[in-house]
């Protein structure tokens, strides 16, 4: 049985923080609210896998913010909005590894 690869190519954003420093994020998944509001969960991107070895793995969780009719990326300043959509994302990645690792079988 012939198996079929997948071409995997990740989203890559890089973002500038609050001291100009510019950083490379992979998007791992977009999440919709009820009240239409947009959220981004992103962990940092590495362009050699060694070099993402030394990284926490720590998941930024953004919200989507129009500006001058563009869409862009904000933090979340509300702990428990950050709290609730965090929990949010970690439920709905863990179901996807779980569907994953169900078919991999």
């Not at 992979?26 to 992103?42: G, H, I, P, S």
């Amino acid at each position: 049985m012939e198996e079929e690869m997948m071409d995997y190519t990740p989203d890559i954003y890089t973002l500038i923080d609050e001291e100009g420093d510019e950083q490379a994020f992979e998007l791992l998944d977009v999440l919709e609210t009820e009240d239409e509001q947009r959220y981004f969960a992103l962990i940092p991107y590495f362009e050699s896998p060694e070099d993402s070895l030394d990284d926490d793995g720590d998941m930024v969780i953004l919200k989507s913010q129009i500006v001058d009719g563009e869409e862009m990326m904000a933090s979340i300043d509300d702990d428990e909005e950050y709290e609730r959509i965090g929990n949010l994302f970690l439920e709905r990645l863990s179901e996807m590894f779980e569907d994953s690792e169900e078919t991999d079988e």
